[in-house]
């Protein structure tokens, strides 16, 4: 089984990129909406947090991990990688490898949660792969909230969008990576943003892709379900109506979210 875990609702996004990509295999998912966003904690807080997710999602039976979520990604990797006996998978390298590969004039925005963007990995990666590269890495703390709260096409949506971009758009990146989970969401209100040159790099889809690759070559890691039901479970440790409301709509299906 495949477990999964974000701060909240945002790594529903690479679930749902999970479950179309290994339709085969059965995931479990910890959203941790309590704790909710996770982006301007410090990075102890988040990497406790991250460690209580992979406990969780071990009890449920998960015999590999993607942190489905850019800032604990940043801090919490090696820590997770230490502590626990099952490979671990994180959201950034499959976006940067993707970001680097798609630029062509060698100028790649980030968007990100405070956490994400002050742990300059992106730009780590990204530079350690292309020295000639220049990145340009903004913080959005307000988008996650927005997400959270379902605010996905109002007005104010659009007026914060505008001027967390506005700086991108003025240094001309051709590839912009959404370095967190949620911004999927809110794909289509950035890229008539940014500008339709601008590419777009998911990281949900970049992620699935990457364990796809990786089940491929370590079919040992994780069992098939074979004759038995594939199960997809998602779990939250608060279970808000909003998150009902935002998770029905990613997966256009209507979910059971449970409380653990
Ligand atoms: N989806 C998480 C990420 O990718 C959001 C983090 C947060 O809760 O601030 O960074």
Redesign the pocket.
């Known amino acids: 089984m495949i477990g999964i875990f974000?701060?909240?609702i945002?790594?529903m996004t690479v679930a749902r990129a999970v479950e179309q990509c290994l339709p085969d295999y059965s995931l479990v998912y910890y959203g941790d909406i309590a704790h909710?966003?996770?982006?301007p904690k410090s990075p102890a807080t988040i990497t406790n947090y991250s460690i209580k997710n992979t406990e969780f999602l071990l009890e449920k039976g998960a015999e590999i991990i993607i942190i489905a979520?850019?800032?604990a990604s940043s801090v919490a990797t090696r820590t997770l990688r230490e502590q626990f006996n099952v490979p671990i998978i994180e959201v950034i390298s499959p976006a940067a490898s993707k970001a680097i590969d798609c630029s062509k004039n060698g100028r790649i925005g980030i968007i990100?949660?405070k956490a994400?963007v002050k742990s300059n990995i992106y730009t780590e990666k990204i530079t350690t792969v292309r020295p000639d590269y220049k990145v340009y890495s903004q913080p959005c703390p307000l988008l996650?909230p927005l997400v959270e709260e379902n605010w996905l096409n109002r007005r104010e949506t659009k007026m914060i969008l505008r001027r967390y971009l506005h700086p991108l758009k003025e240094k001309q990146i051709d590839t912009l990576v959404l370095g967190?989970?949620?911004y999927p969401l809110l794909k289509k209100l950035i890229q008539a943003r940014i500008g339709k040159r601008v590419t777009l790099i998911d990281s949900s889809i970049e992620t699935a892709n990457f364990i796809k690759t990786f089940l491929k070559k370590n079919p040992e890691t994780v069992n098939k379900n074979g004759d038995k039901q594939v199960s997809h479970t998602y779990y939250v440790s608060d279970r808000t109506e909003t998150a009902c409301k935002v998770a029905d709509r990613i997966f256009s299906r209507p979910m059971e979210l449970i409380q653990a």
């Open positions: 974000d701060s909240g945002g790594g909710t966003p996770y982006g979520c850019n800032s990100g949660t994400t996650v967190c989970t949620h």
